[in-house]
């Protein structure tokens, strides 16, 4: 039993194998929904079903394109528009991006390349100071290369493709 028959799933290929996997396993689907309850159609029944399905695909598609749309708007205007922040930030509500627990860390790196010292010198500095890289265990050059190297840091935003001068330089 479920709420909606889009709540097995927005997809119609999806939508027709979780039914036909129920069904070899003897389980019937149910909607609560009377309105999607079309047994009295008869041999239209699956027509409508499928219609149904294909208008929740349909929905589910439109919801992306304009969450897709809003995001870029926003990614043009230099704002943060969702994914991995950058070192040193964590996400701010609807608000962008405020500096994280890890910003420290991004001040040693940036003041210590800034005073030219080697990539390993600045990994090694980091360990001293027991600042931890978000993946492993192991500060290494490679990735404290990558995060200066980020053009966030020099207030430029980019997301999918579009890069726009950050709204909220830091």
């Known amino acids: 039993m479920v709420a909606k028959a889009d709540r097995i799933s927005r997809d119609l290929e999806y939508f027709y194998y979780s039914k036909f996997v129920l069904k070899n396993?003897?389980?019937e689907l149910l909607?609560?929904?009377?309105?999607?309850d079309f047994t009295s159609l008869g041999a239209l029944a699956p027509i409508m079903?499928?219609?149904?399905?294909?208008?929740?695909?349909?929905?589910?598609?439109r919801i992306n394109d304009r969450m897709t749309a809003g995001r870029m708007l926003k990614a043009a205007a230099g704002g943060y528009s969702g994914g991995q922040p950058p070192y040193?930030?964590?996400?701010?509500g609807r608000h962008g991006l405020e500096p994280s627990d890890e910003y420290n860390a991004l001040?040693?790196?940036r003041a210590m390349k800034e005073a030219g010292r080697t990539l390993?010198?600045?990994?090694?500095?980091l360990t001293a100071h027991g600042y931890k890289p978000?993946?492993?265990?192991v500060w290494r050059p490679s990735t404290v290369a990558g995060i200066l190297n980020n053009k966030f840091y020099d207030d430029i935003y980019t997301y999918a493709g579009i890069s726009a001068p950050r709204a909220n330089p830091g």
């Open 107 to 109: 001040r040693l790196m």
């Open 134 to 137: 978000r993946r492993g265990i």
């Open 25 to 27: 396993r003897g389980i």
């Open 88 to 92: 040193g930030y964590r996400p701010n």
């Open 120 to 125: 390993q010198a600045i990994c090694d500095a």
């Open 49 to 61: 079903e499928a219609m149904v399905v294909a208008f929740s695909q349909f929905e589910r598609t």
């Open 31 to 36: 909607s609560a929904n009377s309105a999607e």
